[in-house]
């Protein structure tokens, strides 16, 4: 039963307030630390990427490393826990999936798309001669460089279910406008226990049974980068050169903390925080922004 005080604030509620509190006053007390990716699953995952007619699928524990490939089309990324496109054209990547596989930190049980697309707003002549300098795949991590006639492209992802597991780079000598755009049935909303922008599709967790998961939530990950547009589906983002745009799933992204450094070079998919942050209850009844 729920006990009401005389204030008319529920003792739930009460509890949940002084949780915000001791995290805020613990955020402000950490400082960031090295920067890593950091993939969360329990069954593990395992990225293969085909480009062209050639699937680059290593063994376990192994890599593959390759460079100075002209794509042509889009590439195919594929993991357990998650996959997406990436097409030449526009260095973007396009229905980035969340699988749904079985795994204790899953926060989908079929194939859900969770962005529709992840878009840099580049000029013909930045994309002109794109070319895969580098790729590297590992297990359950992707690394890919593309180097056209303007600058530098990089994407960075972990196969995890949930975590900090993708990010987009751009060197381009000029700021770049990211817009991204969630998948069907998913809106950004402003979480009533952190004041932050969050991303999910309003659905509870299911704790037990085969149809166990837990609440789909996100939130983008900006490095040097300045929100141009927030609406219930899309957000714009303008990137310095050598910044970032990655994006968090689960636990990690309604967590308050300390938030990213103005890292230009070698950046992660995410930055850690030394120490162990409270994380606030779960949003209720979200409301879609707009």
Not at 19 to 35: D, T
Not at 222 to 248: E, I, N
Not at 259 to 285: D, E, K, M, W, Y
Request: with cysteine.
């Amino acid at each position: 039963m729920t006990t009401t005080t005389p204030l008319g604030r529920t003792a739930r509620q009460l509890r949940a307030a002084v949780l915000v509190a001791a995290v805020v006053a613990g955020s402000l007390a950490l400082s960031a630390g090295p920067a890593s990716a950091s993939g969360k699953t329990s069954a593990g995952g395992d990225y293969r990427v085909t480009i062209g007619s050639t699937t680059y699928d290593p063994a376990p524990g192994k890599s593959v490393k390759v460079g100075g490939i002209v794509p042509t089309g889009r590439i195919a990324v594929r993991g357990v826990n998650n996959g997406f496109d990436i097409d030449v054209a526009t260095l973007g990547v396009y229905d980035y999936t969340l699988t749904g596989a079985p795994d204790t930190q899953r926060m989908v049980t079929k194939p859900t798309v969770v962005f529709a697309s992840k878009v840099p707003t580049l000029t013909p002549a930045q994309l002109a001669g794109a070319t895969i300098k580098s790729l590297e795949v590992k297990d359950d991590t992707l690394v890919v460089l593309f180097s056209t006639a303007g600058g530098k492209f990089k994407i960075q992802a972990k196969d995890g279910a949930q975590g900090g597991i993708f990010q987009m780079e751009s060197e381009f000598g000029a700021p770049v406008e990211f817009t991204h755009t969630l998948g069907a049935g998913l809106f950004y909303f402003v979480n009533q226990y952190t004041g932050k922008v969050n991303f999910g599709d309003g659905v509870d967790p299911v704790t037990s049974g085969a149809g166990a998961h837990q609440m789909l939530l996100g939130k983008d990950s900006p490095q040097v980068a300045t929100k141009t547009l927030q609406t219930g589906t899309v957000t714009k983002w303008l990137v310095q050169s050598g910044g970032r745009l990655g994006g968090v799933l689960g636990e990690d992204a309604i967590e308050l903390s300390a938030g990213a450094t103005n890292c230009t070079s070698q950046c992660q998919a995410q930055n850690q925080i030394r120490g162990s942050l409270p994380v606030p209850p779960l949003p209720t009844n979200p409301t879609p922004i707009g």
